[in-house]
């Protein structure tokens, strides 16, 4: 049991170059959330996905895009990277949004540097 | 609305001292409350969380949290700190309990002196 994984772990990429971060999770978790962290400012909910086929705009969404094809994956894209974006990302997911089964399980980051 | 407010972003304590992180918090109605550490180079993970019942929670490795409704506090506790303490900690307020709407404080940085 993995747990919640992330691909990659470090990236350097040059203003304007697109990439895609990978997330997957193995706990059959129907919710899955995309966060930045920035020093100093806690994190910050980019996208989230309710399910499969889902997504939906979190508290900083623009610049970003996502999508949910299988349950146990999400992907975080960036267009054409702004330093502005960089950023550790991280990814969660849980196995609801409320009640007794709402608590998050992380993954371990993706520390991205936009030159 | 909500926000939380982390007094202290960086605390330093000695080995077998107490250990105290601040939390308050701004909510319109009965928040859900939650402390995650962070270790070094690794996500979050769950310390504890408060949901409804009992305001003094009790969570993993010693640590514990008390909800004072009237001081809109959720201060973290653990009564002896242990070198493998040291991390990132993280207070979360959430209303009606909703994963989505999570919303962190700024982190504090706990450092423990042998």
């Known amino acids: 049991n993995a747990g919640v994984t992330q691909t990659p772990k470090f990236r350097v990429l040059k203003t304007g170059q697109s990439m895609t971060l990978l997330c997957a999770q193995d706990?059959?978790?129907?919710?899955m959330y995309w966060y930045r962290q920035d020093p100093g400012m806690g994190l910050r909910l980019i996208h989230y996905?309710?399910?499969?086929?889902?997504?939906a705009k979190g508290e900083v969404p623009d610049g970003y895009n996502v999508s949910r094809l299988k349950k146990q994956n999400f992907l975080l894209g960036l267009e054409s990277a702004a330093p502005s974006q960089t950023s550790v990302y991280f990814c969660?997911?849980?196995?609801?949004?409320?009640?007794?089964?709402?608590?998050?399980?992380f993954g371990p980051g993706t520390r991205l540097t936009v030159l | 609305a909500q926000s939380v407010t982390q007094l202290g972003s960086h605390v330093s304590v000695s080995e077998g001292a107490l250990v105290l992180l601040r939390c308050n918090y701004s909510?319109?109605?009965?928040?859900?409350l939650f402390w995650y550490v962070q270790y070094p180079n690794q996500g979050l993970q769950l310390l504890l969380k408060?949901?409804?019942?009992?305001?003094l929670v009790k969570g993993i490795n010693g640590f514990e949290a008390e909800f004072k409704k009237s001081e809109t506090s959720f201060h973290l506790t653990k009564p002896s700190a242990h070198m493998s303490d040291a991390a990132e900690y993280f207070c979360?307020?959430?209303?009606?309990?909703?994963?989505?709407?999570?919303?962190f404080g700024s982190g504090t940085q706990l450092t423990v002196l042998p």
């Open positions: 706990m059959n978790h129907e919710y």
């Open positions: 909510s319109s109605v009965p928040p859900y």
């Open positions: 969660a997911s849980s196995y609801s949004d409320g009640g007794s089964d709402n608590e998050q399980f």
């Open positions: 996905s309710v399910g499969e086929g889902t997504t």
């Open positions: 408060y949901t409804t019942g009992a305001t």
């Open positions: 979360a307020v959430t209303l009606s309990g909703s994963a989505r709407q999570l919303t």
